[in-house]
């Protein structure tokens, strides 16, 4: 069942054959504790391309989360499909890696434990295992600091620790759920930089993670991805679908300067800003 | 140099700057040693005037010396009680029996308290079936169970570390149940993503999460195990210092009494203050809490 980890076929595969990711008619009803019915994702339809950057853009708690928590297999959709590769998600799938938007690297382990954990849950010999979460630590910088706890670093490395955690399985389909949103700007801008690095996408003939990369941030959205999504309003389902075709290898600092980057993030906005004020307005109301 | 008047330019400032705040901080550490040390003599001067009102009242008869006896007759007591042994064979063996008694209820009682409230806590079904039967044990009041065990176990150590058991295991049971329960679900959904099997998110992201809450209750719950042997060995016993307390009241000793208490405070202290260092070594990868202070 775990043998799936090694297997590096799905990288082989000719693009274009089956999606990496595919949610059809997706719809997630969550059932409140006063026993309430919730909405957060209604008749969702969206594709990924294998080895594509998809962002995720919509206003603040409409359900961007849980449409990867569908992917990713940790919650099955109410109604609808997700499909990985073709297949239907029925559980959690050792291809898929998640970066959550608080931290989740375990406190209690140190971060070359961290990093070694998912290896050695899917059974990888520990000596193995070690030395594939070192190569990884050093890729994020974080040699130096494998001893260390947690708590010892900060928020920065701490995100670089999760990063590693997720990138030493050599995911295909990459899962980012708001993963900077508690960074300060300038790390925020270093970590995109690191994490484009790290992806290493866009090149021809690349073997590259598809990614759902969900933020709120339309900047850090258009810097990082191929294909923009705008989500509406809670419940949340696609609204519109922009490309970005600004060229790679970028650089977030410097691409926000660029006339083409300007155009994009109007445009997106256009169309994102009405569903924040529709979000704004009914909080607005619930306050009051 | 520190004579030279301070020029309006701001650029020489932090030249001077070290040099003033290493002499506040000497000051400052001074100050901190002061209090520190004032702390401690207010204390041992608290503890003196206590024992010596409690002396002189009795000697004058302001207080019943039969009734509450006084500092000295209870020193002479331990004394006594050291280099001649007890009624009952020497104080170290009571130490040790009632020590043991605990301890060894403690830890059935801790066992069982942990496995329980982290299967109920992860279990759903299991919390649903039993939730309601431990909460009407819990609310008995289980220290009048202690007559019944000596009927069931007899005089022996068994007895004892039954009282023992019923008394840690609540408290332990429902810590490690929220424990349990109040996992970080980010936590678990990483642990789940990364591939861990359930039995592998419960030991190794249940329980540790959990430990910070069983610790908790670590601490009284060994207050309680020694309440249940002492109260045990007050009841019926051959040994012990509840016996000590029981007997030494059984011939109006009230010094007797009185110093059993002191032998069983600085023994639940050494326990504790055992407890402390293990929790130290354990969590380790725990931030350290600059306020927590002793």
Not at chain 1, 106 to 134: C, D, H, I, Q
Not at chain 1, 226 to 246: I, Y
Request: charged share 20%.
């Amino acid at each position: 069942m775990n043998s799936g980890t090694l297997d590096t076929t799905h990288s082989g595969t000719p693009p274009g054959r089956n999606p990496a990711i595919e949610l059809r008619g997706a719809s997630k009803v969550f059932r409140t504790p006063s026993g309430a019915e919730h909405t957060a994702v209604r008749d969702l339809d969206l594709t990924v391309g294998r080895g594509e950057f998809v962002a995720v853009v919509g206003p603040t708690g409409c359900g961007k989360s849980t449409t990867l928590t569908l992917v990713s297999g940790l919650e099955e959709p109410t109604e609808g499909e997700v499909l990985i590769g073709g297949d239907p998600v029925t559980g959690i799938r050792p291809e898929v890696g998640f970066v959550f938007q608080q931290d989740a690297v375990f406190p209690w382990r140190t971060v070359l434990s961290n990093v070694m954990a998912g290896p050695r849950f899917r059974g990888v010999p520990k000596a193995e295992a070690r030395e594939r979460a070192l190569d990884w630590l050093g890729r994020v910088g974080l040699a130096a600091f494998a001893d260390r706890y947690p708590h010892q670093l900060s928020g920065g490395q701490r995100k670089r620790v999760a990063l590693a955690q997720t990138f030493v399985g050599d995911p295909s389909i990459l899962l980012m759920d708001e993963p900077f949103s508690a960074l300060d700007v300038q790390t925020r801008a270093l970590m995109s930089d690191e994490l484009l690095e790290l992806w290493g996408g866009g090149q021809p003939g690349g073997t590259a993670a598809s990614v759902v990369f969900v933020t709120h941030d339309l900047e850090e959205a258009i810097a990082l991805a191929d294909k923009v999504v705008v989500m509406t309003a809670g419940p949340a389902t696609v609204k519109e679908v922009f490309p970005v075709r600004l060229p790679r290898p970028r650089k977030v600092e410097s691409i926000r300067l660029e006339a083409e980057f300007v155009e994009i993030y109007r445009e997106i906005w256009s169309s994102l800003g009405e569903e924040v004020r529709i979000t704004r307005e009914r909080g607005a109301d619930r306050v009051a | 140099m520190s004579h030279e008047p301070i020029p309006a330019d701001s650029a020489v400032a932090p030249m001077a700057a070290p040099k003033r705040a290493t002499g506040r901080t000497e000051a400052r550490a001074r100050a901190a040693r002061h209090r520190k040390l004032l702390v401690l003599a207010a204390r041992v001067l608290l503890l003196a005037v206590v024992l010596a009102a409690w002396e002189l009242m009795a000697r004058h008869k302001v207080i019943d010396p039969f009734n509450f006896s006084m500092p000295s007759k209870i020193w002479d007591q331990i004394v006594q009680w050291t280099a001649h042994g007890t009624a009952q064979g020497s104080l170290g063996e009571q130490i040790w029996y009632t020590l043991y008694e605990a301890l060894f209820g403690w830890i059935i009682g801790v066992t069982g308290g942990v496995a329980l409230g982290i299967a109920l806590g992860r279990v759903r079904f299991l919390a649903d079936v039993l939730g309601p039967y431990i909460k009407i044990l819990n609310a008995l009041p289980r220290i009048v169970l202690a007559p019944i065990f000596v009927i069931w176990f007899g005089l022996g150590p068994a007895s004892k570390v039954a009282s023992a058991v019923v008394l840690v295991f609540f408290p332990v049971f429902f810590n490690a149940f929220q424990g349990a329960r109040e996992v970080d679900r980010n936590l678990v959904a990483n642990a789940r993503i990364l591939g861990a099997s359930n039995r592998r998110v419960t030991l190794q992201v249940v329980v540790p999460s959990a430990t910070s809450w069983i610790f908790t209750s670590l601490h009284v719950s060994f207050g309680f195990a020694l309440i249940g042997a002492i109260v045990g060995e007050y009841i019926g016993a051959t040994k012990g210092i509840g016996l000590l307390v029981s007997a030494s009241q059984g011939t109006f000793n009230s010094a007797g009494v009185y110093a059993a208490m002191v032998v069983l405070a600085v023994v639940a202290l050494v326990a504790e203050g055992l407890l402390t260092f293990a929790e130290r070594r354990l969590f380790r990868w725990k931030a350290v809490d600059p306020g927590a202070g002793g």
